[in-house]
């Protein structure tokens, strides 16, 4: 009976699931592009508090890392990164977050191979394996256009084709793929990817500069938070009581 009444009231608070309570931002602003992030998380929750810091142009590198520390409960926290360097933020704190299964997380990095900070065990820890980079403009495509974060997007080509090349091709392990570099699916052009909780995105197309960026984020985070009740932390406290 306990178990019974512990699954119907995660289901209930399914079908209530609210706005996030606290989301948390790091991304990049530049030439009039990448504030699309920040937008879109006010306009899809008005209830939550959405803090946001950039690494261009002001390095608030230091002032995301004290938030990301700093005693708040986040529910998401984001990192777009396309244009600083992201070698002062600190992912070490990330990993063990994302291990400890404490918040939805999406990143997309121009420096996941090359930084020196960790930020390619992050990328390992959420299925990632390997990272080759974009050094010219390419055209980007659905590999599951059923997929959440794939509706209604039109188009995956770029408002300024030039900024394409600060992608990323990923090679996965457990993540999964839903865009990709090639027409079809194939080893090591993957784009958006699933990350292996199921509810976090990694990324290596980067949403900030596309002509759809406002429609791509609000599928993303309609993806990362849907059915909230059911994130890691909940699953365990299920099947610990069986």
Known sequence: MKL??????????MAFAQDPANVLIYHDV????????????????????????????TAQHAAFN???????????VVLECWYANTNDIDWVSLLAHYNA???????????????????AALGTA???????????????????????????????DWVDPGLGSLNNKLTVSDATP?????SSSSAGEAGICVANDGYSVISGFT????????????NIYNFMWRDT??????????????
């Open 4 to 13: 019974v009444l512990l699954i119907v009231g995660v289901f209930a608070a």
């Open 30 to 57: 530049s030439g009039g592009y990448g504030d699309t992030v920040d937008t879109a998380a006010q306009d899809l929750w008005p209830s939550a508090n959405v803090e946001a810091y950039t690494g261009y142009p």
């Open 66 to 76: 004290a938030a990301l520390d700093g005693g708040t409960d986040w529910d998401i």
């Open 101 to 119: 299964g404490d918040f939805v997380i999406y990143v997309s990095n121009w420096q996941m191979a090359s930084g020196t900070s960790g930020q």
């Open 126 to 156: 959420m299925g990632v394996t390997a990272y080759t980079s974009i050094t010219s403009v390419i055209s980007h495509y659905a590999w599951e256009t059923s997929h959440a974060i794939c509706s209604g997007v039109s188009t995956w």
């Open 178 to 182: 839903v865009t990709g570099w090639t």
């Open 207 to 218: 949403p900030a500069y596309s002509a759809a960026a406002d429609v791509i984020w609000t």
């Open 229 to 242: 009740a059911l994130q890691r932390d909940t699953w365990a406290g299920i099947k610990a009581s069986f």
